[in-house]
């Protein structure tokens, strides 16, 4: 069985930078995985930032980007703000299937 | 605007069928490209994607549960059906359903319903 990993959790001070990061038990993550990520808050259904890698949506804000770092896909937050306190989900590509990894939790502190 | 609902029972027994409704509008199913998935999440746990129908009826399902889901659309209705067969308490889960656009997956998504299995 496929399995997806992210960092459990993770701690960022206002205004800094951070990375998640997304691997597959399968080997190295490249653009074929079309790696996407989610923003979820408590309570709320997720919300997508990233797809296909890097490319944003309309209402993803600019300091979120993402990319292919070392093996893995990866989710950069720069000039992290309070209200960017959330868990965050990766899904890649399977051919015909989706995984997604277990999910990071971000706190701005 | 693209908007998703889903609809459906709260509560089921152990080893019921479940079935879920997501009803959406904004977009058409039958539009080259699209698609709708259904995803649930665990209470504090992580999101499982489930299955995915595309307009040209291609299906697609989680190697782990294929043989308890069934997924299908009524393009005239704008709305997408899951199916999910003996229902056990580890099922309990909030269920969403999202849209696939021609570029970018998931963009899209209902408020989830939650739904309990126990007797």
């Known amino acids: 069985q496929t399995v997806v990993t992210q960092e459990p959790s993770l701690t960022v001070s206002p205004g800094g930078t951070v990375t998640l990061t997304c691997a597959s038990s399968?080997?190295?993550?490249?653009?074929?995985?079309?790696p996407n990520w989610f923003q979820q808050k408590p309570g709320q259904a997720p919300r997508a930032l990233i797809y296909?890698?890097?490319n944003k949506h309309s209402w993803t804000p600019a300091r979120f980007s993402g990319s292919l770092v070392g093996g893995k896909a990866a989710l950069t937050l720069s000039g992290v703000q309070p209200e960017d306190e959330a868990e965050y989900y990766c899904l890649l590509y399977y051919g015909g299937a989706w995984v997604f990894g277990g999910g990071t939790k971000l706190t701005v502190l | 605007q693209i908007t998703l609902k889903e609809s459906g029972p709260t509560l089921v027994k152990p080893t019921q069928t479940l079935t879920l409704t997501c009803s959406f509008s904004?977009?058409?199913?039958?539009?080259?490209?699209?698609?709708v998935g259904w995803i649930r999440q665990p209470p504090g746990k992580a999101l499982e994607w489930l299955a995915l129908?595309?307009?040209?009826?291609?299906?697609r399902y989680s190697p782990s549960l294929k043989s308890r889901l069934t997924i299908t659309k009524d393009t005239s209705k704008n709305q997408v059906v899951l199916t999910m067969t003996n229902m056990d308490p580890v099922d309990t889960a909030t269920y969403y359903c999202?849209?696939?656009?021609?570029?970018?997956?998931?963009?899209?998504w209902g408020q989830g319903t939650l739904v309990t299995v126990s007797s």
């Open positions: 129908i595309y307009w040209d009826d291609d299906k």
């Open positions: 296909s890698t890097s």
């Open positions: 904004g977009f058409s199913l039958s539009t080259s490209g699209v698609a």
């Open positions: 399968t080997g190295a993550v490249i653009s074929g995985y079309y």
């Open positions: 999202a849209h696939r656009g021609p570029a970018a997956l998931f963009d899209y």
